[in-house]
């Protein structure tokens, strides 16, 4: 059975940071690439930044280059996302998602996680 567990979302003031993690079981391959998005009330879900099953590719949102970081544990479906300087326009349920190789797509994941809040006041 595939699970896929988000934590570390809360609340934090604008310029401050949260450090989220997507630890992810049951999967049919042992180190699989993985993605977060983002979705806020009315708008669509946005992809945040993703990285490839060896951590050596890795993708970000042009909105959040430079502030947030995306890593990994070698071997393991286990991903972060460490967000500083975080803005209001950033409070969203962020969402990990799992595939094989990443996209930046998020029609192309099969395995998502039940989201965690992250609300930034101003």
């Known amino acids: 059975q595939v699970k896929v567990v988000e934590s570390g979302g809360g609340l934090a003031q604008a310029g401050g940071s949260l450090r989220l993690s997507c630890a992810a079981s049951?999967?049919?391959?042992?180190?699989?690439?993985m993605a977060w998005f983002r979705h806020a009330p009315g708008k669509e879900r946005e992809f945040v930044a993703a990285i490839s099953r060896s951590g050596g590719m890795i993708y970000y949102a042009d909105s959040v280059k430079g502030r947030f970081t995306i890593s990994r544990e070698n071997y393991k479906n286990t991903a972060y996302l460490q967000m500083n300087g975080l803005k209001p326009e950033d409070t969203a349920v962020y969402y990990c998602a799992v595939r094989f190789i990443v996209t930046m797509e998020g029609n192309d994941y099969s395995y998502w996680g039940q989201g965690t809040q992250v609300t930034v006041s101003s």
């Open positions: 049951g999967l049919p391959c042992s180190s699989c690439g």
